[in-house]
Structure formats: structure tokens, C-alpha cells
């Protein structure tokens, strides 16, 4: 069998290891664009702010170890053609710039994805720098050394962590984005109001419900940023906007959402026999809802990756599908969520109440506790739980995961009441405050 592997992040070097495991005679090749594989983008703030002094620490593979185990591993190799009827590529070596046509048995189309970079005049420009890979990383660390001003557009999870890195290393910070709160999509407001609060008092300028519409600058570097409200100086820019699936070479070959996110059935199968897609390339059954999304997570990449690679000889493993779930730090706030959050259910007019609680994450009588906020969403016609939040000075944020779980097995706002969950005074009350929220539903 003869394995082709088109981008190698995360979804990609998880089949190419687990594909070496599985099929010892199996023919595999990776072609990647990069030098580098692997890189954790969720950490460059981290190492920005210099929690992470050594970059190589978000690497968690390379094409050396992949070489190890056998894999054929292209680096710096650029697939521009495809023809997957035909199970034919043409490929494109970057160092060289020679091409050449390589075949296939069974692909996987790990391609990834990329930041959204909208057409507005002067984007740009040399010092509007991007936020996604290795090279990305060190570009914002050296020109954060050089700048006092800096715009961090979207306020997303990577745009909020930026601000906080920067701010400590004693920047003047703006965060701007269209929507009226931070981290909208994965928030309710009784959340985003504690985290927006602790960027003013931390010196952070927000400017949200603000479209920019230009920016203008000289020498080719942007001076200042232009919104539908207000005008802004700055020395740097960095784009936290969000990604987008990269899949273009694809366009016309396979089912696609209308962004163009790769539709996989449960076995990562495309709608084309013997072509796989996985990660950030891919759209996610997404289990709240019952449908494809749009959802780009290391975590869904991994896991896809992995499944792909079980499926290419037979289907073997189900992709259970995903709940979005996600965590971030906020200046000692620790913040996770899973699945829907009321706002964003009763967009999509969904027939659905939340129960919010707020508690102690240990008894009163411990020299130290914790006040923490907790939220369930759930439908009112089945009381199936649809979501959940919290955020806690203390780090509570593995109940998030255990919520997952609940999402995933379709449990009910009742079944939390009386979930089997341990107490012991250095960690928790009697009655868990997961039980808490699910017995306030039955009062």
C-alpha cells in the first residue's frame, strides 16, 4: 500500500506515526511545505510572554523521528496539483524547484489551515504580522523588542493570550474586534464580563463592536489602524482573526462546507474512495447540535489523524465527533467551555434554558478557597445538556472535560444531580457543584 500524506501539523504527523505502526510494508510519504513539523501554535504566546524560553519545547515531533520510523518525509515540498480520480499529484520542491508526479493508493489531506487575512487596504504591509506557525512566533517576538505600540486585532483565544504577553513585557496594548465582547464564540457574558475586566485592570484598551476598514502607514509600516468608530496609532500589528481550512487544491474534487472545510464521514473518508482528510483541513460533527462545523483544534486534529490512520486499510475506528472544548488563562482566571453557550444557541433559535451557579470549590471551613461560576446549557424538549462554562480562580477546569464526556453520551440536566463524584475537603464540598447545577434544575 502506498500512503501519501499532503501536510504534516498536527492531523498529519499523527497519521504518519501511526500509519508507520500499523503498516509495516506500507509504503508512506509526507510531503510538507514547512522545515518543521509539529509546531504548537497555541504556545507562541506563551512564548512570547517567555514562559517558553526554548521554542523547541512546542515541537512534539520532527521529520527526523518520522524519518526513524520509516516514513518517506518531504520537507520544504509543495503538492500543486492533484488529480484524485486518477490518484496522481505533482509536486514541487521548494529548495530545488524541480517537479516531478508521484501516484497514490490512499491520501490524507492534512493541509491545515491558514489566518484569515481580509482584503483592506494597507494590510500588507511589513510590521502586520500573522500569528499560526514556528516562523510566525520568532517574526513577533524580534519586532515586539523593537515597538512600545501594539494592535492585536480579534479577540479570539490567540488574540487575548497576545495581549497578556505583551502587556508584560510593558507594551501599550490594543485589542480590537467587531464583536461587542471578547471570546463571543466560546463565552457567555456573565464570563467575558470577568475577563474583560481583568484586561482593564491589567491595562489592556479595548476597542470592540469596531470594524477596521484601513490602514495607513509609511516606508511600508503601519502607523496607524482605522476602525468604522476610531483611529488608532500603533507600531506593530498582529492578526488574530481566526483560520480558514486550506484546501483550495482540492476546490471541485470533494464535498466541502461553504468556507471550504473538507466534508469526512465518520471513518475520515472523503467523498472520493480512497482519499482521507483530517484536522484543521476538515469540518467536525460537531455533537451539540447534530451537525458539521467548522471548529479548528489541535485536539480535533490529533484525534482525527489518528482515526484516519486506523480506517485506510478497512473501516476500523468511528470518529465520535467533538464538542469544541477549550480552556484559557486570563490573568489568573481560569476559564473552559464545551459545547453550546446560550448565545450562541439561541442564535441558531434553539429551544434551550442555562442554570448558573456560583460556589466555593471547597468547604468554608479550609484556611483557602475559591469562588468559582459555573453555567449549564441544555434543551428544554429532551433536557439533553448541550454546554457548559466556568471560570474559577482556583483551576476547576477539568470539570469542562468531564462535561464533554456528558455531552458526547447524551446525558441530561438530571443525570448531573446525582453523578458518583468523590468529596474530600482539599478539594471539593460534599455535593460537587456539577451535582449542584443539575439538582437546581430539579428544585
Sequence with gaps: MKIVIIGCTHAGTAVAINSAKLYKNAEITVYERNDNISFLSCGIALHVQGVVKDPKGLFYSSPEQLRNIGVNTKMRHNVKNVDLKNKKIVVENLETKEEFDDTFDKLIITTGSWPIVPDIEGIHMENILLSKNFYHAQDIIKKTEQVKNIIVIGAGYIGVELVEA????????????????????????????????????????????????????????????????????????????????????????????????????????????????????????????????????????????????????????????????????????????????????????????????????????????????????????????????????????????????????????KDLAFIDFFFQPHFNKPWNFLNIAGLEYIK
Aim: neutral net charge.
Design 166 to 413: 505583551f502587556r508584560e513585557h510593558g507594551k501599550n496594548v490594543t485589542l480590537i474586534d467587531i464583536e461587542d465582547r471578547i471570546l463571543s464564540r466560546y463565552l457567555d457574558k456573565e464570563f467575558t464580563d470577568v475577563a474583560e475586566k481583568a484586561l482593564l485592570e491589567n491595562g489592556v484598551k479595548l476597542a470592540l463592536g469596531e470594524k477596521v476598514i484601513k490602514f495607513e502607514g509609511k516606508d511600508n509600516k503601519v502607523r496607524k489602524v482605522i476602525t468604522t468608530k476610531n483611529e488608532y496609532e500603533t507600531d506593530m500589528v498582529v492578526l488574530a482573526m481566526g483560520f480558514s481550512p486550506n484546501t483550495a487544491l482540492f476546490k471541485g474534487q470533494l464535498d466541502m462546507l461553504e468556507n471550504g472545510a473538507i466534508i469526512v464521514d465518520e471513518y475520515m473518508r472523503t467523498s472520493v474512495n480512497d482519499v482521507f482528510a483530517a484536522g484543521d483541513s476538515c469540518a467536525v460533527y460537531y455533537n451539540p447540535e447534530g451537525k458539521y462545523r467548522y471548529i479548528p483544534l489541535a485536539t480535533n486534529a490529533v484525534r482525527m489523524g489518528t482515526i484516519a490512520a486506523y480506517n485506510l486499510a478497512k473501516p476500523t475506528l468511528k470518529y465520535p465527533g467533538t464538542q469544541g472544548t477549550s480552556g484559557i488563562k486570563i490573568y489568573g482566571n481560569n476559564f473552559a467551555a464545551t459545547g453550546l453557550t446560550e448565545s450562541m444557541a439561541k442564535s441558531q433559535n434553539l429551544n434551550i434554558d442555562s442554570i448558573i451557579i456560583t460556589e466555593n470549590n471547597r468547604p468554608e471551613f479550609m484556611p483557602e478557597y475559591y469562588s468559582l461560576t459555573f453555567k449549564v446549557v441544555y434543551d428544554k424538549n429532551t433536557e439533553r445538556i448541550l454546554g457548559a462554562q466556568i471560570v474559577s480562580k482556583a483551576d476547576l477546569t477539568q470539570s469542562i472535560n468531564t462535561m464533554s464526556v456528558a455531552i458526547q453520551n447524551k446525558m441530561t440536566i
